[in-house]
């Protein structure tokens, strides 16, 4: 399924709160429409809009994914409009995490920009092992990859730190707790990035919360928080303020994400990039060097599993 197109028909018909009226701003016949929505239902597990006679209405869950869904496409429309800009420069072709915040993103472009105008960046949005195998094939010049990585070859910039949180759905009983433990997540579903495309960060990932007590009933693959807003997982990540979304420090610190950019051919622009990047996560995504991020406390509660 096409998820970004099906977005773009959830948002208008959200808009409008009527079929017809979405189908005419879409140029196509409601039947289909209507058929798109539903099967976006099915792909999230979620009913979107209360449908009667008289009006159409937004679920609770539609009502959370609307913000979430216009992130998705403007990011997408964002890419689309930096590969479309012209400029007969030198062009950087970047790859960058699919679940890097939008707003670090714009502000690494920014930054980039700054430093070399007359390089025209060529950001993609793929997963670690992807960018690995893209840099060995030439297809993208530097990458940003999460760690653990292990590639020969390969020349890695500044390591930086960022200790993850637990993201849960507003009414999930964790989320008024100040800290959480991983062995309080016991019993839920998780949301990681795919296997294929990050398995050395999720095998440690894995490792340290069944370690921890934790080990997920189910784990679904993506980088969407869709899953979690309504209540049906959690996930990793950052601090973030998302509507119906909550965001708990979890004791200890026991899960961190370590990311540098990587490259096998180094230039100016390069170089460059790297210089920018690490600017960037740090002021922008409150990353620490390796070196100076905080010891972490032993947390491990009576029983758990080694």
Sequence with gaps: ???????????????????????????????????????????????????????????????????????????????HELARQGGRGTVLKVGVPPDLAATVLAALVAAFRESSPDVRLAPAEIWTADQVTALAEGTIDVGLVRHPVTAPGLTFGQVLVQAQG??????????????????????????????EGEPGWRAEVLAECRRQGFVPAQVHEGAGLGLVLAGAAVAFGPRMELAGLAWRPLLGSPITSRVSTAWRAATPAVGDFSAAAARTLKESAGMTHEGAAPVRRVSRRPGMLA
């Design 166 to 195: 637990v993201l849960l759905a507003e009414g999930d009983p964790l989320a008024n707790v100040g800290e959480v433990h991983l062995a309080d997540l016991a019993g839920r579903e998780l949301v990681m990035p795919p296997k």
């Design 1 to 79: 399924m096409d998820l970004v197109r099906h977005l773009r028909y959830f948002i208008v018909v959200a808009e409008e709160l009527h079929f017809g009226n979405a189908a005419i701003r879409l140029g196509m016949a409601q039947p289909p429409l209507s058929q798109r929505i539903k099967r976006l239902e099915e792909e999230l597990g979620v009913r979107l809009f209360d449908r009667s006679a008289r009006q159409v209405r937004l679920t609770e869950p539609g009502r959370l994914l609307l913000g979430e869904a216009r992130e998705i496409v403007g990011r997408v429309d964002r890419l």
